[in-house]
């Protein structure tokens, strides 16, 4: 009996040390030319992708950056159709370098309303450079969604969500893109100029 007890106040001091290990959620505020979005980062589950994030925000990068994208069914080029905003650092400002990709089903991190993920290319060539914000749930963007890159059915690496200012996010959404861009891919979705954040910081 003494040992079965021995055993369970192990196993009681394991699982205390292992929750109080978690990293706990960082929130983030993103001051807008439109309004505040105040998000919420998922470091524990998704530690790269929220660790890129911040990266770039505690370097600075995201001060004067914007949100330069609005991709909604009636504009997208791809396939399945989505609605999201994206945004990151601007055109002559470098981005810190990329990180390992971290799927959906890594994190369990589902592109619903609200989540915010990292925008990428090939699989591990995103990071907190290029972001992008989910209007509606977006299924088609988890791994296995058919949003694929490159045909790799990887999916997007989200990593947290908006948990107050999705109402500046709509605005953004709703903001007249123009069709000025060398990649026809996007045309139809560029925003000149961005939306502008004009101060980023943790809360």
Do not use: W
């Not at 706990?24 to 998922?42: F, N, Q, S, W, Y």
């Not at 088609?140 to 949003?147: E, I, Q, T």
Request: proline share 5%; net charge negative.
């Amino acid at each position: 009996m003494a040992l079965f007890k021995s055993v369970i106040g192990m196993l009681v001091l394991a699982v205390a040390a292992s929750l109080q290990s978690m990293a706990e959620p960082v929130h983030v505020v993103l001051e807008t030319e439109k309004g505040a979005i105040e998000l919420r980062l998922d470091v524990d589950r998704a530690p790269l992708s929220a660790g890129s994030f911040l990266a770039h925000l505690d370097a600075g990068l995201y001060d004067g950056s914007g949100f330069y994208r609005t991709v909604h069914p009636e504009n997208d080029n791809g396939n399945p159709k989505i609605s999201v905003i994206q945004g990151g650092v601007l055109a002559g400002t470098e981005g810190l370098p990329p990180v390992a990709h971290e799927t959906t089903e890594q994190t369990g991190i589902l592109h619903k309303d609200g989540v915010v993920s990292l925008a990428r290319g090939e699989v591990g060539t995103g990071g907190g450079a290029a972001f992008f914000i989910c209007i509606g749930d977006q299924p088609s963007l988890d791994m296995g969604g058919g949003r694929a890159v490159s045909g790799d059915g990887q999916g997007f690496a989200a990593f947290g969500r908006v948990i107050s200012g999705m109402e500046v996010v709509r605005a953004i959404h709703r903001s007249p893109p123009t069709s000025q861009s060398a990649d026809a891919y996007l045309a139809g979705q560029i925003l000149d100029p961005p939306v502008k954040i004009l101060n980023a910081f943790r809360k």
